[in-house]
T-cell receptor
Framework: AQSVTQLDSHVSVSEGTPVLLRCNYS??????LFWYVQHPNKGLQLLLK??????LVKGINGFEAEFKKSETSFHLTKPSAHMSDAAEYFC???????????FGSGTRLQVQP | EPEVTQTPSHQVTQMGQEVILRCVPI?????FYWYRQILGQKVEFLVS????????KSEIFDDQFSVERPDGSNFTLKIRSTKLEDSAMYFC??????????????FGPGTRLLVL
């Protein structure tokens, strides 16, 4: 069985400061890991994914995440937050891309001016 | 850029009524999925579909639910007799399906279903 724990339900940062959204996973297999973002009243958009290549993964809009197998973590970071980054972020795990995705409970990112 | 589309964007129905949610996956994709998100809760997997049959389903996907690919483009989720607890956002997703591990599921914008 696989699971995802997002350690913070809400994160608030000031515009221009770094963002850190934390995610730990559990998987019996060598997992694929994803971060999706959901803006208000919008669908789910892929930010980035890890599928056993480079452990540091770069995504869209300046986001990146590092896969750390020893810590079973896949934290999402961005050096400088922008107002448009305010959204809900989901950490997601799958044992292959075809299989069901297991979502974390989400982290709501608030960006203060 | 190709995208997954879903209709309707919102649907309100009475308890006990049947609803059909529609999705048009990306045109050359082979695997299709339905997920739901009850307000304030996690996104949950319902079912996956490949080669005109269900390939995986969750405990949520009971006899009240069915999926179909009635033609070459649409993928539908039917709820036979809706319950209050079926109120949720329903997301459709699809993948190309040729490279198992490297692929990404692309999501539609969702259908918000409200059962009264």
């Amino acid at each position: 069985a696989q699971s995802v724990t997002q350690l913070d339900s809400h994160v608030s940062v000031s515009e221009g400061t770094p963002v850190l959204l934390r995610c730990n996973y559990s998987s019996s297999y060598s997992p694929s890991l994803f971060w999706y973002v959901q803006h208000p009243n919008k669908g789910l958009q892929l930010l980035l994914k890890y599928t056993s290549a480079a452990t540091l993964v770069k995504g869209i809009n300046g986001f990146e995440a590092e896969f750390k197998k020893s810590e079973t973590s896949f934290h999402l970071t961005k050096p400088s937050a922008h107002m448009s980054d305010a959204a809900e972020y989901f950490c997601v795990v799958s044992d292959t891309g075809r299989r069901a995705l297991t979502f974390g409970s989400g982290t709501r990112l608030q960006v203060q001016p | 850029e190709p995208e997954v589309t879903q209709t309707p964007s919102h649907q309100v129905t009475q308890m006990g009524q049947e609803v059909i949610l529609r999705c048009v996956p990306i045109s050359n994709h082979l695997y299709f999925y339905w997920y739901r998100q009850i307000l304030g809760q996690k996104v949950e997997f319902l079912v996956s579909f490949y080669n005109n049959e269900i390939s995986e389903k969750s405990e949520i996907f009971d006899d009240q639910f069915s999926v179909e690919r009635p033609d070459g483009s649409n993928f539908t989720l039917k709820i036979r007799s809706t319950k209050l607890e079926d109120s949720a956002m329903y997301f459709c997703a699809s993948i190309l399906g040729r490279l198992a591990k490297e692929e990404t599921q692309y999501f539609g914008p969702g259908t918000r279903l409200l059962v009264l």
